[in-house]
């Protein structure tokens, strides 16, 4: 199941940890929550080695998981086929996984981390900007999450 709706995704996971990806042309950041989605755990990055190839290394070095979060730019306007990629990459981790995904914006991401590693040499910066950008997708849609609960923790106080 690949969807972009908050909670069917989080009805779909249930419970357990969840991994954020964020899929670049060369290297692939991953973050990892704690189990009880509150803050990120791990993050790493490897070397893109097709999208089969990158699924299946996710689910070896993170067995246990019960939903993937995949960052696209929702605001990406140009026509030059990474949309499609990230959807295919998406499709591939679905069918490899058999886990829910849930498509987030990240359209900001990696620029935000560049931002914040401005002062770090180009080796510096590329061995580290993947894999905080995935952390800063996780860590959005954490805080999503845990509004999201607040939320509807309070409506059914209110009942």
């Not at 949309?83 to 058999?98: C, G, N, P, R, Y």
């Not at 580290?128 to 059914?156: G, V």
Request: net charge positive.
């Amino acid at each position: 199941m690949i969807t972009f709706d908050l909670q069917k995704f989080l009805n779909a996971i249930g419970t357990g940890r969840v991994v954020s990806i964020d899929p670049g042309k060369r290297t692939i950041g991953v973050a990892v929550s704690d189990p009880e989605l509150r803050y990120v755990q791990n993050y790493f990055q490897f070397t893109s080695r097709g999208r089969g190839a990158d699924a299946f290394h996710i689910m070896e070095v993170v067995p246990d998981f019960s939903g993937i979060i995949v960052g696209t730019p929702f605001s990406h306007t140009r026509d030059n086929g990474w949309l499609h990629s990230i959807d295919k990459f998406a499709q591939k981790l679905s069918e490899v996984t058999k886990k829910p995904i849930l498509m987030c914006d990240e359209s900001s991401s990696t620029s935000e981390v560049m931002v914040l590693l401005g002062s770090l040499s180009r080796s510096r910066q590329k061995k580290w900007k993947d894999k905080i950008a995935a952390c800063c997708i996780l860590e959005k849609t954490l805080c999503t999450i845990m509004h999201y609960n607040l939320c509807n923790q309070r409506r059914l106080d209110s009942v």
